[in-house]
């Protein structure tokens, strides 16, 4: 897939770990692990404006396009 998740980095920079960040935005940690991995199909804006917010980041730091 040409879209890139890079959520994991963005969680190891704020030292947040899976469980505390689906906690604190309120998605499963199974669903957020889906997400994390890259495996998601989707993704909802406001689940992606969930995460911005509680990881203080922009859409760009998480999600990246590469032309494969």
């Known amino acids: 897939m040409a879209i890139i998740v890079n959520l994991d980095v963005m969680m190891a920079k704020r030292k947040i770990s899976l469980n505390e960040l689906s906690e604190k935005i309120d998605i499963t ?16 804006f ?6 911005c917010k509680e ?13 494969e």
């Open 29 to 44: 940690p199974a669903n957020l692990s889906i997400l994390k991995t890259g495996k998601a199909k989707a993704i909802r």
């Open 55 to 67: 990881l203080n980041c922009q859409p760009g730091d998480i999600l990246e396009y590469r032309d």
């Open 46 to 51: 406001s689940t992606l404006e969930a995460i």
